[in-house]
Protein backbone atom coordinates (compact mmCIF):
# COMPACT_ATOMS: atom_id res chain seq x y z
CA UNK A 1 0.00 0.00 0.00
CA UNK A 2 0.92 3.60 -0.68
CA UNK A 3 0.34 6.15 1.77
CA UNK A 4 1.18 9.29 1.93
CA UNK A 5 0.86 11.07 5.52
CA UNK A 6 0.16 15.38 4.93
CA UNK A 7 0.66 17.26 8.09
CA UNK A 8 1.27 20.69 9.50
CA UNK A 9 4.11 19.57 11.95
CA UNK A 10 5.90 15.77 12.67
CA UNK A 11 8.09 14.75 15.25
CA UNK A 12 11.08 15.74 15.07
CA UNK A 13 11.59 18.46 12.84
CA UNK A 14 8.23 20.83 14.51
CA UNK A 15 6.01 20.24 17.32
CA UNK A 16 2.70 21.56 19.63
CA UNK A 17 1.10 19.21 19.91
CA UNK A 18 0.00 15.29 20.25
CA UNK A 19 -0.53 15.46 16.41
CA UNK A 20 3.12 15.79 15.50
CA UNK A 21 3.72 12.92 17.66
CA UNK A 22 1.39 11.00 15.46
CA UNK A 23 3.05 12.18 12.63
CA UNK A 24 5.82 11.00 13.10
CA UNK A 25 5.68 8.23 15.15
CA UNK A 26 3.21 6.07 13.01
CA UNK A 27 4.38 6.58 9.31
CA UNK A 28 7.79 4.33 11.14
CA UNK A 29 5.67 1.96 11.95
CA UNK A 30 3.99 1.43 8.87
CA UNK A 31 7.33 0.98 6.82
CA UNK A 32 8.47 -1.71 9.58
CA UNK A 33 4.78 -3.53 8.51
CA UNK A 34 5.81 -3.15 4.39
CA UNK A 35 4.23 -0.05 3.51
CA UNK A 36 5.60 2.69 1.38
CA UNK A 37 5.23 5.98 2.79
CA UNK A 38 6.01 9.45 2.54
CA UNK A 39 5.20 12.46 4.33
CA UNK A 40 4.89 16.29 3.31
CA UNK A 41 4.72 19.19 5.58
CA UNK A 42 5.42 23.10 5.18
CA UNK A 43 9.04 24.07 5.68
CA UNK A 44 9.45 26.10 8.61
CA UNK A 45 12.01 27.91 10.33
CA UNK A 46 12.83 25.67 12.76
CA UNK A 47 13.55 23.01 10.55
CA UNK A 48 17.22 23.83 10.43
CA UNK A 49 19.75 22.39 7.50
CA UNK A 50 22.39 21.95 10.16
CA UNK A 51 20.43 20.20 12.42
CA UNK A 52 18.62 17.81 10.15
CA UNK A 53 20.33 16.24 7.07
CA UNK A 54 18.41 18.20 4.61
CA UNK A 55 19.03 17.42 0.98
CA UNK A 56 16.91 19.85 -2.29
CA UNK A 57 15.38 18.28 -5.07
CA UNK A 58 13.88 21.86 -6.76
CA UNK A 59 13.74 24.95 -5.71
CA UNK A 60 10.39 24.70 -3.54
CA UNK A 61 11.29 21.59 -2.54
CA UNK A 62 13.80 19.74 -0.33
CA UNK A 63 13.54 16.15 1.72
CA UNK A 64 15.09 14.37 4.61
CA UNK A 65 14.95 10.96 6.00
CA UNK A 66 13.62 9.67 8.92
CA UNK A 67 13.67 6.06 10.47
CA UNK A 68 16.50 2.77 11.29
CA UNK A 69 15.71 0.94 7.80
CA UNK A 70 15.21 2.03 4.44
CA UNK A 71 13.75 5.73 6.00
CA UNK A 72 10.36 7.74 5.32
CA UNK A 73 11.09 10.10 3.40
CA UNK A 74 9.92 13.48 4.36
CA UNK A 75 9.71 16.13 1.70
CA UNK A 76 9.29 20.10 2.71
CA UNK A 77 7.37 22.55 0.68
CA UNK A 78 8.82 25.73 1.00
CA UNK A 79 7.69 28.96 0.39
CA UNK A 80 9.31 32.01 3.00
CA UNK A 81 6.84 34.65 2.92
CA UNK A 82 4.52 31.65 4.18
CA UNK A 83 6.22 29.43 6.28
CA UNK A 84 9.90 31.04 7.19
CA UNK A 85 8.45 32.30 10.68
CA UNK A 86 9.44 31.22 14.36
CA UNK A 87 5.72 30.05 15.32
CA UNK A 88 3.71 27.46 12.97
CA UNK A 89 0.43 29.03 13.46
CA UNK A 90 1.22 32.52 14.97
CA UNK A 91 2.81 34.23 17.60
CA UNK A 92 2.48 36.03 20.94
CA UNK A 93 -0.38 38.30 19.72
CA UNK A 94 -2.38 34.82 18.43
CA UNK A 95 -2.91 33.46 14.80
CA UNK A 96 -0.97 34.47 12.12
CA UNK A 97 -3.32 36.79 9.97
CA UNK A 98 -2.80 34.59 6.70
CA UNK A 99 -3.45 31.43 8.19
CA UNK A 100 -5.60 30.32 5.47
CA UNK A 101 -3.47 31.20 2.45
CA UNK A 102 -0.14 29.56 4.46
CA UNK A 103 -2.13 25.95 4.42
CA UNK A 104 -4.24 26.15 1.38
CA UNK A 105 -1.19 26.64 -0.15
CA UNK A 106 0.34 23.80 1.18
CA UNK A 107 -2.14 21.97 0.58
CA UNK A 108 -2.27 22.34 -3.20
CA UNK A 109 1.92 22.47 -3.79
CA UNK A 110 1.15 18.97 -1.84
CA UNK A 111 -1.04 17.45 -4.44
CA UNK A 112 0.94 19.05 -7.36
CA UNK A 113 4.59 17.48 -5.86
CA UNK A 114 2.45 13.89 -5.85
CA UNK A 115 2.48 14.39 -9.28
CA UNK A 116 5.57 15.41 -9.93
CA UNK A 117 7.65 12.50 -8.17
CA UNK A 118 5.07 10.46 -9.27
CA UNK A 119 3.97 9.15 -6.02
CA UNK A 120 0.61 8.12 -6.48
CA UNK A 121 -0.73 7.03 -2.89
CA UNK A 122 -3.49 4.32 -2.28
CA UNK A 123 -4.41 6.68 0.71
CA UNK A 124 -3.35 10.74 1.54
CA UNK A 125 -3.54 10.59 5.59
CA UNK A 126 -4.83 13.66 6.55
CA UNK A 127 -4.63 15.92 9.84
CA UNK A 128 -6.48 18.59 11.28
CA UNK A 129 -7.62 21.44 9.85
CA UNK A 130 -4.51 22.33 8.18
CA UNK A 131 -4.38 19.67 5.68
CA UNK A 132 -8.26 19.42 5.46
CA UNK A 133 -8.67 21.16 2.30
CA UNK A 134 -6.34 18.36 0.56
CA UNK A 135 -9.93 15.87 0.20
CA UNK A 136 -11.50 18.79 -0.80
CA UNK A 137 -9.35 20.45 -3.68
CA UNK A 138 -8.96 16.17 -4.20
CA UNK A 139 -12.53 16.06 -5.40
CA UNK A 140 -13.01 19.60 -6.77
CA UNK A 141 -10.06 21.13 -8.43
CA UNK A 142 -8.20 17.82 -9.10
CA UNK A 143 -11.36 15.60 -10.07
CA UNK A 144 -10.74 15.68 -13.35
CA UNK A 145 -6.54 14.92 -13.51
CA UNK A 146 -6.27 11.03 -14.41
CA UNK A 147 -2.93 11.10 -11.95
CA UNK A 148 -5.57 11.58 -8.86
CA UNK A 149 -8.22 9.41 -9.89
CA UNK A 150 -8.69 6.70 -6.82
CA UNK A 151 -6.40 8.19 -4.26
CA UNK A 152 -9.10 8.19 -1.40
CA UNK A 153 -8.72 10.58 1.88
CA UNK A 154 -8.18 9.50 5.48
CA UNK A 155 -8.77 13.09 7.60
CA UNK A 156 -7.65 12.44 11.42
CA UNK A 157 -9.06 14.91 14.26
CA UNK A 158 -6.72 15.13 17.36
CA UNK A 159 -8.90 17.63 18.88
CA UNK A 160 -12.24 19.29 17.36
CA UNK A 161 -11.62 22.39 19.26
CA UNK A 162 -9.44 23.37 16.36
CA UNK A 163 -11.40 23.94 12.61
CA UNK A 164 -9.60 26.46 10.96
CA UNK A 165 -12.57 29.06 11.50
CA UNK A 166 -11.83 32.08 8.59
CA UNK A 167 -14.54 35.17 7.74
CA UNK A 168 -16.44 34.66 4.43
CA UNK A 169 -14.41 37.81 2.35
CA UNK A 170 -11.19 35.14 2.46
CA UNK A 171 -13.10 32.55 0.28
CA UNK A 172 -11.72 33.55 -2.90
CA UNK A 173 -8.39 32.83 -1.56
CA UNK A 174 -8.93 29.26 -1.12
CA UNK A 175 -9.54 28.96 -5.18
CA UNK A 176 -13.08 27.24 -4.86
CA UNK A 177 -16.20 27.79 -6.61
CA UNK A 178 -18.32 29.80 -4.72
CA UNK A 179 -21.11 27.30 -4.91
CA UNK A 180 -19.29 25.46 -2.15
CA UNK A 181 -19.69 28.44 0.84
CA UNK A 182 -23.07 26.65 1.70
CA UNK A 183 -24.30 24.98 4.61
CA UNK A 184 -23.42 21.19 2.82
CA UNK A 185 -19.85 22.92 1.78
CA UNK A 186 -17.13 24.73 3.90
CA UNK A 187 -19.79 27.34 5.72
CA UNK A 188 -20.30 27.75 9.21
CA UNK A 189 -22.39 30.25 10.20
CA UNK A 190 -21.44 32.98 8.12
CA UNK A 191 -17.84 31.55 7.89
CA UNK A 192 -15.49 29.23 6.34
CA UNK A 193 -14.75 26.11 8.13
CA UNK A 194 -11.86 24.08 7.05
CA UNK A 195 -12.69 21.27 8.95
CA UNK A 196 -16.21 21.26 8.18
CA UNK A 197 -14.65 20.83 4.52
CA UNK A 198 -12.50 17.62 5.44
CA UNK A 199 -15.09 16.66 7.37
CA UNK A 200 -17.50 16.47 4.50
CA UNK A 201 -14.53 15.33 1.61
CA UNK A 202 -12.87 12.93 2.96
CA UNK A 203 -13.61 9.16 2.39
CA UNK A 204 -12.83 8.05 5.45
CA UNK A 205 -12.74 10.21 9.25
CA UNK A 206 -10.52 8.81 12.63
CA UNK A 207 -10.02 10.41 15.98
CA UNK A 208 -6.89 9.54 19.05
CA UNK A 209 -9.86 7.25 20.40
CA UNK A 210 -12.95 5.32 20.57
CA UNK A 211 -14.68 6.90 23.29
CA UNK A 212 -13.96 10.24 21.84
CA UNK A 213 -15.14 9.19 18.65
CA UNK A 214 -18.29 8.91 19.85
CA UNK A 215 -18.01 11.90 22.32
CA UNK A 216 -17.17 13.88 19.76
CA UNK A 217 -20.08 13.38 17.55
CA UNK A 218 -22.64 15.02 20.55
CA UNK A 219 -23.43 18.60 21.01
CA UNK A 220 -21.59 18.44 24.67
CA UNK A 221 -18.35 17.84 22.48
CA UNK A 222 -18.51 18.56 18.70
CA UNK A 223 -18.00 22.56 19.07
CA UNK A 224 -20.54 22.53 16.65
CA UNK A 225 -19.92 20.10 14.50
CA UNK A 226 -22.23 17.58 15.66
CA UNK A 227 -24.33 18.01 12.86
CA UNK A 228 -21.93 17.49 9.89
CA UNK A 229 -20.53 14.73 12.09
CA UNK A 230 -23.54 12.76 12.29
CA UNK A 231 -23.95 13.03 8.50
CA UNK A 232 -20.75 10.90 8.30
CA UNK A 233 -21.29 8.57 11.39
CA UNK A 234 -20.30 5.28 8.92
CA UNK A 235 -17.38 7.03 7.98
CA UNK A 236 -15.97 7.58 11.69
CA UNK A 237 -13.65 5.46 13.93
CA UNK A 238 -11.67 5.99 16.96
CA UNK A 239 -7.62 4.85 17.24
CA UNK A 240 -5.54 5.60 19.75
CA UNK A 241 -2.38 6.91 19.65
CA UNK A 242 0.75 5.27 20.82
CA UNK A 243 3.55 5.83 23.40
CA UNK A 244 6.88 6.20 22.64
CA UNK A 245 8.35 3.79 24.83
CA UNK A 246 11.99 4.73 23.40
CA UNK A 247 11.42 7.63 25.37
CA UNK A 248 9.16 7.11 28.05
CA UNK A 249 10.57 3.85 29.83
CA UNK A 250 11.80 3.26 33.59
CA UNK A 251 14.56 1.01 32.83
CA UNK A 252 16.32 3.80 30.36
CA UNK A 253 15.44 6.94 31.39
CA UNK A 254 18.41 9.20 31.79
CA UNK A 255 16.21 11.84 33.85
CA UNK A 256 15.20 10.12 36.49
CA UNK A 257 17.76 8.74 39.53
CA UNK A 258 17.38 5.05 40.00
CA UNK A 259 15.77 2.99 36.80
CA UNK A 260 13.60 0.65 37.83
CA UNK A 261 11.51 -2.34 36.31
CA UNK A 262 8.43 -4.49 37.69
CA UNK A 263 11.02 -6.43 38.78
CA UNK A 264 12.64 -4.19 40.82
CA UNK A 265 9.87 -2.05 41.65
CA UNK A 266 11.53 -1.26 45.08
CA UNK A 267 13.56 1.36 43.20
CA UNK A 268 11.07 3.58 42.20
CA UNK A 269 10.59 4.61 45.85
CA UNK A 270 14.32 6.28 45.56
CA UNK A 271 12.48 8.70 42.56
CA UNK A 272 9.91 9.49 44.99
CA UNK A 273 12.43 10.49 47.96
CA UNK A 274 14.53 12.32 44.88
CA UNK A 275 11.43 14.16 43.81
CA UNK A 276 10.16 15.06 47.86
CA UNK A 277 13.78 16.85 48.17
CA UNK A 278 13.76 18.63 44.79
CA UNK A 279 10.41 19.82 45.52
CA UNK A 280 11.16 20.62 48.92
CA UNK A 281 8.20 18.58 50.15
CA UNK A 282 8.65 16.64 53.67
CA UNK A 283 10.30 13.26 52.45
CA UNK A 284 7.12 10.78 53.91
CA UNK A 285 7.29 7.56 52.45
CA UNK A 286 4.09 6.60 53.68
CA UNK A 287 2.29 9.95 52.17
CA UNK A 288 0.84 9.55 48.73
CA UNK A 289 2.67 11.89 46.30
CA UNK A 290 0.12 12.86 43.61
CA UNK A 291 1.72 14.47 40.40
CA UNK A 292 0.64 16.93 37.65
CA UNK A 293 2.38 17.30 34.61
CA UNK A 294 0.32 19.55 31.77
CA UNK A 295 -1.07 22.80 29.98
CA UNK A 296 -2.87 24.47 32.95
CA UNK A 297 -6.34 25.08 30.44
CA UNK A 298 -9.86 24.01 31.95
CA UNK A 299 -10.08 21.62 29.25
CA UNK A 300 -7.07 19.61 31.25
CA UNK A 301 -9.70 19.59 34.17
CA UNK A 302 -8.17 22.62 36.43
CA UNK A 303 -11.84 24.45 36.71
CA UNK A 304 -12.71 21.66 39.44
CA UNK A 305 -9.21 21.27 40.91
CA UNK A 306 -8.85 25.16 41.76
CA UNK A 307 -12.53 24.60 43.13
CA UNK A 308 -11.56 21.47 45.72
CA UNK A 309 -7.91 22.17 45.82
CA UNK A 310 -8.58 24.21 49.35
CA UNK A 311 -10.21 20.50 50.38
CA UNK A 312 -7.62 18.70 48.56
CA UNK A 313 -4.71 20.36 50.71
CA UNK A 314 -6.34 19.41 54.20
CA UNK A 315 -5.68 15.72 53.26
CA UNK A 316 -2.54 13.58 53.85
CA UNK A 317 -0.64 13.51 50.63
CA UNK A 318 1.71 16.08 48.51
CA UNK A 319 1.12 17.28 45.27
CA UNK A 320 3.27 18.51 42.36
CA UNK A 321 2.14 20.55 39.68
CA UNK A 322 4.41 21.13 36.72
CA UNK A 323 2.77 23.06 33.80
CA UNK A 324 1.84 26.42 32.25
CA UNK A 325 -1.34 27.61 30.75
CA UNK A 326 -4.00 30.39 31.76
CA UNK A 327 -2.84 32.67 33.83
CA UNK A 328 -5.96 32.59 35.94
CA UNK A 329 -4.23 29.32 37.18
CA UNK A 330 -0.85 30.73 37.57
CA UNK A 331 -2.53 33.13 39.80
CA UNK A 332 -4.60 30.48 41.64
CA UNK A 333 -2.20 28.01 42.14
CA UNK A 334 1.07 30.32 43.34
CA UNK A 335 -2.00 31.64 46.01
CA UNK A 336 -2.89 28.29 46.91
CA UNK A 337 1.16 27.04 47.00
CA UNK A 338 2.08 29.72 48.98
CA UNK A 339 -0.47 28.95 51.91
CA UNK A 340 0.25 25.10 51.71
CA UNK A 341 4.19 24.83 51.12
CA UNK A 342 4.37 21.66 52.94
CA UNK A 343 1.90 20.16 51.10
CA UNK A 344 2.01 21.91 47.29
CA UNK A 345 4.99 22.37 45.08
CA UNK A 346 4.12 24.14 41.78
CA UNK A 347 6.55 25.28 38.87
CA UNK A 348 5.23 27.36 36.19
CA UNK A 349 7.49 26.57 33.37
CA UNK A 350 8.16 23.71 30.42
CA UNK A 351 10.78 21.54 32.17
CA UNK A 352 10.83 17.82 30.25
CA UNK A 353 13.64 16.88 32.34
CA UNK A 354 11.10 17.42 35.75
CA UNK A 355 8.52 15.56 34.00
CA UNK A 356 10.04 12.59 33.75
CA UNK A 357 10.94 12.84 37.70
CA UNK A 358 7.69 13.27 38.34
CA UNK A 359 6.34 10.72 36.28
CA UNK A 360 8.67 8.38 38.16
CA UNK A 361 8.80 9.56 41.64
CA UNK A 362 4.88 10.05 42.07
CA UNK A 363 2.54 7.74 43.28
CA UNK A 364 -0.33 9.23 41.48
CA UNK A 365 -0.77 10.81 38.43
CA UNK A 366 -3.77 13.59 38.81
CA UNK A 367 -5.76 14.10 34.80
CA UNK A 368 -9.12 15.05 35.43
CA UNK A 369 -9.71 16.59 32.00
CA UNK A 370 -13.12 17.48 30.82
CA UNK A 371 -12.31 15.78 27.55
CA UNK A 372 -9.05 13.92 26.11
CA UNK A 373 -9.20 12.83 22.32
CA UNK A 374 -6.58 10.64 23.62
CA UNK A 375 -4.11 11.76 26.01
CA UNK A 376 -0.67 10.50 26.94
CA UNK A 377 -0.06 11.91 30.86
CA UNK A 378 -2.18 8.55 31.44
CA UNK A 379 -0.75 6.19 29.15
CA UNK A 380 3.26 7.32 30.46
CA UNK A 381 2.11 7.52 34.38
CA UNK A 382 0.89 3.47 33.55
CA UNK A 383 4.93 3.08 31.67
CA UNK A 384 5.99 4.40 35.67
CA UNK A 385 4.03 2.15 37.75
CA UNK A 386 2.46 5.98 38.90
CA UNK A 387 -1.46 4.94 39.19
CA UNK A 388 -3.78 7.34 37.21
CA UNK A 389 -6.51 9.18 38.62
CA UNK A 390 -8.84 10.17 35.44
CA UNK A 391 -12.37 11.37 34.65
CA UNK A 392 -13.88 8.89 32.54
CA UNK A 393 -13.78 10.60 29.10
CA UNK A 394 -12.36 10.04 25.99
CA UNK A 395 -8.53 8.09 25.69
CA UNK A 396 -8.93 8.21 29.43
CA UNK A 397 -11.57 5.97 29.24
CA UNK A 398 -10.12 3.98 26.75
CA UNK A 399 -7.14 3.29 29.11
CA UNK A 400 -8.06 3.79 32.20
CA UNK A 401 -9.89 0.95 34.77
CA UNK A 402 -10.33 0.21 38.00
CA UNK A 403 -7.84 -2.48 37.64
CA UNK A 404 -4.88 -0.04 36.91
CA UNK A 405 -6.46 3.22 38.54
CA UNK A 406 -9.24 5.60 39.99
CA UNK A 407 -11.57 6.65 37.37
CA UNK A 408 -15.07 8.83 38.01
CA UNK A 409 -17.75 9.61 36.07
CA UNK A 410 -19.62 12.70 36.59
CA UNK A 411 -17.74 15.54 36.27
CA UNK A 412 -18.37 17.45 39.58
CA UNK A 413 -15.41 18.71 42.09
CA UNK A 414 -17.50 16.24 44.99
CA UNK A 415 -16.28 13.35 42.93
CA UNK A 416 -13.25 14.31 42.22
CA UNK A 417 -12.26 14.76 45.72
CA UNK A 418 -14.05 11.42 46.86
CA UNK A 419 -11.58 9.66 44.50
CA UNK A 420 -8.72 11.28 45.70
CA UNK A 421 -10.27 10.15 49.35
CA UNK A 422 -10.25 6.31 47.93
CA UNK A 423 -6.78 6.90 46.25
CA UNK A 424 -4.89 7.90 49.34
CA UNK A 425 -7.26 5.32 50.99
CA UNK A 426 -6.41 2.14 48.69
CA UNK A 427 -2.30 3.18 48.97
CA UNK A 428 -2.46 1.93 52.14
CA UNK A 429 -3.16 -1.23 51.56
CA UNK A 430 0.28 -2.32 49.91
CA UNK A 431 -0.74 -5.27 48.46
CA UNK A 432 -3.69 -3.86 46.61
CA UNK A 433 -1.50 -1.36 45.30
CA UNK A 434 0.88 -3.36 43.92
CA UNK A 435 -1.66 -4.78 41.97
CA UNK A 436 -2.58 -1.56 40.99
CA UNK A 437 0.89 -0.70 39.84
CA UNK A 438 1.60 -4.24 38.05
CA UNK A 439 -1.62 -4.08 35.94
CA UNK A 440 -0.46 -0.12 35.03
CA UNK A 441 3.44 -1.28 34.45
CA UNK A 442 1.95 -4.25 31.73
CA UNK A 443 -0.32 -2.26 29.69
CA UNK A 444 0.89 -2.39 26.15
CA UNK A 445 0.27 1.06 24.19
CA UNK A 446 2.99 0.69 22.00
CA UNK A 447 2.97 2.45 18.29
CA UNK A 448 2.80 -1.75 16.77
CA UNK A 449 -0.79 -1.62 17.56
CA UNK A 450 -2.68 1.13 16.72
CA UNK A 451 -0.35 0.99 13.39
CA UNK A 452 -1.88 -2.02 12.76
CA UNK A 453 -4.87 -0.48 12.93
CA UNK A 454 -4.55 2.23 10.76
CA UNK A 455 -2.97 -0.25 7.86
CA UNK A 456 -7.07 -1.78 8.32
CA UNK A 457 -8.49 1.64 8.11
CA UNK A 458 -6.36 2.76 5.08
CA UNK A 459 -7.24 -1.02 3.51
CA UNK A 460 -11.16 -0.51 4.15
CA UNK A 461 -10.91 2.79 2.63
CA UNK A 462 -9.29 2.03 -0.34
CA UNK A 463 -11.67 -0.93 -1.39
CA UNK A 464 -14.81 1.86 -0.73
P1 LIG B 1 -2.09 17.73 25.31
O1 LIG B 1 -1.41 17.32 24.02
O2 LIG B 1 -3.57 17.96 25.18
O3 LIG B 1 -1.44 18.87 26.00
P2 LIG B 1 -1.31 15.08 26.26
O4 LIG B 1 -1.54 14.37 27.55
O5 LIG B 1 -1.76 14.36 25.02
O6 LIG B 1 -1.98 16.52 26.35
O7 LIG B 1 0.24 15.36 26.07
C1 LIG B 1 0.91 16.29 26.86
C2 LIG B 1 2.40 16.00 26.77
O8 LIG B 1 3.11 17.19 27.10
C3 LIG B 1 2.85 14.95 27.76
O9 LIG B 1 3.94 14.26 27.23
C4 LIG B 1 3.30 15.77 28.97
O10 LIG B 1 4.26 15.10 29.73
C5 LIG B 1 3.89 17.00 28.27
N1 LIG B 1 3.80 18.24 29.08
C6 LIG B 1 2.72 19.00 29.31
N2 LIG B 1 3.04 20.07 30.08
C7 LIG B 1 4.36 19.97 30.34
C8 LIG B 1 5.29 20.78 31.09
N3 LIG B 1 4.92 21.89 31.71
N4 LIG B 1 6.58 20.37 31.14
C9 LIG B 1 6.98 19.24 30.52
N5 LIG B 1 6.16 18.44 29.80
C10 LIG B 1 4.86 18.80 29.70
Redesign the pocket.
Known sequence: MKIAVCASEVVPFAKT??LADVAGALPLELELLNQEVIIIMPRYKCIQESKFKIQRLNPDISYSVIGKNSGVKVYFIEKDAYFNRDGLYGDKTGDYPDNLERFSYYSKRALDLLKEINFRPDIIHCHDWQSALIPVYLKTLYRDSPFYKNIKTLLTIH?IGYQGLFSKEEFPKLSLDWSLFNIEGLEFYGKINILKGGIEFSDSISTVSPTYSQEMQTKQFAFGLEGVLNKRRESISGIL?GLDYSIWNPETDKFILKNYSLKNIEAKSQNKEELQRISNLPLKKDVPVFGI???LAQ??GFDILTEAIARICKMNLELII???GDLRYHILLKNIAKKYPKVISL?L????S??HKI?AGSDIFL?PSKY???????M?SMAYGTIPLVFKTGGLADTVSSANGFIFDKYKKEDLVKTIEKAIRVFQDKEKWLGLVKNAMQADFSWGESAKKYLALYEKTKSQ
Not at 349 to 352: M, Q, T, V
Not at 372 to 378: A, H, I, T, V
Open positions: GGNNVSRQKLGTRKFDDLAYMEPCGLGQI
